[in-house]
């Protein structure tokens, strides 16, 4: 989770966001262009996932940056891809009900003098090595994701333009693969971890990113407040804290940092009392840990779907709690898509009314879970929440606030952001967003002038329907339609100031077409399917050999 400061510091500007409403008719006329208040030549970059590492290549490709710098907190590159055995810690519940909710993850700690640096040694009489662990998995923060998951994408879908997939790789990819291949795309960059590149700072969280004023109190740029936290070759451990100065800042930390669990009364007080028995779906890794165990899943998407699935053969009983479907027009994948993954066996139930109390010393399966229709249901030894995630920055949790195409944050557009757009793939959309960020901060591009952007801001509100949960959700002929945005733009820009022009992504629509009908038909995809035709290679035989393995057990 990105910091305190980039939450409440900008809640200020957020305030002054509310008031801007509606720009009257006496605007500039939309050939005025914005005028950036200093120069960008250092450019900081927060995370190194897939967004990290387009916007890296993008603005390093430019020959304008003099200092482009990635943190990342993790000790490698790869983002929700680097998986490990080890396990985010719980959350507490309550906490997602006050208005201090987005400090779920972490409150950073922040020394009173900068640079600061301690080590921490392991003493047979007091600091332990567990509890330093501990603060390092904290720390690198554990990814989503679980021991057998595969992308839900096809390879040619979740790939980045300009580097492509060795050909013969399944398309629903077991994670270790994407992540080798995100690491190959680091390499490529020359800022995996081992290349000692200066321009990347691994096991390194920002933790506060803050304006950088003159005497005067004016804007200059930004100030990054970084924490490193290492362990030494002599099992000590290091912390440090210094700070770097910027001119602009590319948010790339992800989507999915904070986890939501709804409040169901009681359920905080069985939380409390059973911490390892009710987890949320970022901290499930194995099936084998719900052996012989009557489980409940909760959520309706990809996470509780396919946790239910990877439980199977192993829970004694299976059930998965949903609530009643909003139907929601504007979801990127249909919720019958998901639920089509569960097996047969598992239980479908609806929505948890409420956890009632359990009396002192027993066990968490004497306790009774009283559903919406009145039902109870009993004997239960874990819960498993997949009810998503909630986001930190510039928001009230559903989605990034006054962004400019989902990338410019209006009110100071030296902060850009990566990757929001759920439901449209990061890996080749991200391409997009980080060239216009590229190109815009070194003069190859322009933003129309400050009042326009807040115009076409207010206008996305109405044409999506409001600020809500899925703003930011594209579906394909959205997604299209801003990439033919991102394209002609910048195109348009290079024809006056040289800039190599962009090609669209090749079109992979029919190919996703088929693929979500057959996971909506409850298919599991051939993972062996083969990926030759990406790009150039998109021959019509290969697509039929596609299609076939598609269709294999349809
Ligand atoms: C369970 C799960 C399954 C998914 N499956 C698919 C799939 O099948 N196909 C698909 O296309 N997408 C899938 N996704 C979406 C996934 O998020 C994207 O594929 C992709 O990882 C997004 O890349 P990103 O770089 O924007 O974010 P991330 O990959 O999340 O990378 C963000 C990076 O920023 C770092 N970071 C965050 N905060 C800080 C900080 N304060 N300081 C320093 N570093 C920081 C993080 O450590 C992380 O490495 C899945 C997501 C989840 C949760
Ligand atoms: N590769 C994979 O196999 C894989 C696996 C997991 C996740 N992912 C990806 O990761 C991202 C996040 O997925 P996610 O499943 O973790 O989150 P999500 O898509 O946001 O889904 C959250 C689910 O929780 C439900 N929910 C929320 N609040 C609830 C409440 N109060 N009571 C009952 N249910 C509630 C939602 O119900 P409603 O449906 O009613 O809104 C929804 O079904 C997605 O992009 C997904 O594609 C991929
Ligand atoms: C543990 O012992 C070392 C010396 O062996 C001492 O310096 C340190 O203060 C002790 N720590 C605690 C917590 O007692
Ligand atoms: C579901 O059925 C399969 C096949 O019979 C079995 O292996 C599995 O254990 C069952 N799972 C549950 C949760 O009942
Ligand atoms: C209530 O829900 C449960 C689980 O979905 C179902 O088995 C039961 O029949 C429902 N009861 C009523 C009264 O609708």
């Known amino acids: 989770m990105l910091s305190a400061i980039l939450a409440t510091g900008l809640t200020v500007l957020l305030t002054s966001t509310c008031l801007a409403h509606r720009i009257p008719f006496n605007a500039p006329t939309d050939s005025a262009q914005y005028e950036f208040e200093w120069p960008i030549k250092d450019v900081a970059i927060i995370g190194a996932g897939v967004s990290g590492l387009l916007a890296y290549r993008s603005l390093s490709e430019k020959d304008h940056f003099k200092n482009i710098r990635i943190f990342e907190r993790d000790e490698k590159p790869g983002g929700n891809w680097h998986y490990t055995d080890e396990i985010a810690r719980s959350i507490p519940i309550e906490i997602g009900e006050t ?48 021991k057998t ?23 629903a990819s077991h994670h270790s693969k994407v992540q080798r291949y995100l690491r190959s795309f680091a390499s490529w960059l020359g800022i995996n971890n081992g290349d000692d590149n200066p321009d990347v700072s691994y096991n390194t969280r920002v933790e506060l990113v803050s304006k950088r ?112 479907d909003s139907n929601d027009p504007r979801a990127p994948v249909r919720r019958q898509t998901h639920l089509n993954q569960v097996p047969p066996n598992t239980t479908i139930i609806g929505e948890i009314k409420r956890f009632r109390s359990i009396p002192a010393g027993e066990d968490i399966s004497k306790g009774e879970i009283e559903l919406l229709n009145g039902t109870i249901i009993t004997g239960i030894d874990q819960l498993v929440f997949g009810t998503g995630q909630e986001q930190p920055i510039v928001t009230d949790g559903t989605h990034v606030r006054s962004l400019y195409l989902d990338v410019f944050y209006i009110d100071q557009p030296t902060l850009a952001f990566q990757g929001q757009n759920v439901g449209i793939q990061t890996f080749s959309y991200g391409k997009y967003t980080s060239e216009a960020i590229a190109r815009v901060w ?64 090749p079109d992979v629509s029919e190919q996703m ?42």
């Open 513 to 554: 077409d088929l693929w979500m009908k057959a996971r909506a038909a409850g298919v599991t995809v051939d993972p062996n399917g083969r990926n030759d035709f990406w790009g150039d290679s998109l021959g019509i035989n290969q697509e039929i050999e596609w299609k076939k393995a598609v269709l294999d057990d349809w």
């Open 149 to 171: 998951l595969r992308a839900n994408t096809p390879a040619p879908q979740q790939q980045v333009p300009g580097f492509t997939w060795p050909p013969g790789v399944e398309w």
């Open 442 to 505: 070194s003069g190859q591009a322009h933003l129309p002038h400050k009042q326009a952007l807040w115009r076409h801001f207010w206008n996305t509100v109405e044409e999506r329907g409001g600020l809500k949960k899925g703003f930011q959700w594209l579906q394909n002929q959205a997604e299209a339609r801003y990439l033919r945005h991102f394209v002609s733009w910048l195109n348009s820009e290079a024809v006056t100031t040289g800039a190599k022009l962009l090609d669209l992504p």
């Open 99 to 146: 208005s201090d909710w987005w400090k779920a993850d972490y409150v950073p700690e922040i020394p009173e003098k900068l640079p600061f640096c301690r080590t921490y040694k392991v003493e047979s009489n007091g600091t332990r090595k567990e509890d330093l662990e501990k603060k390092r998995i904290q720390h690198r923060q554990p990814k989503p994701i679980w």
């Open 213 to 324: 004023l003159d005497k005067s109190r004016k804007q200059i740029g930004w100030s990054l407040l970084l924490r490193k936290f290492v362990e030494n070759e002599d099992g000590s451990y290091r912390e440090a804290y210094w700070e770097e100065n910027f001119d602009a800042v590319v948010v790339a930390a992800g989507r999915f940092n904070i986890p939501h669990i709804p409040a169901i009364p009681g359920l905080v007080e069985w939380q409390k009392r059973f911490p390892e028995q009710i987890i949320h779906s970022r901290q499930y890794r194995f099936g084998s840990t719900t052996k012989g165990k009557n489980v409940i899943v909760v959520g309706a998407s990809a996470s509780a779907t396919g946790i239910s699935l990877d439980i199977n053969a192993f829970a004694s009983t299976s059930y998965l709690s949903i609530r009643e």
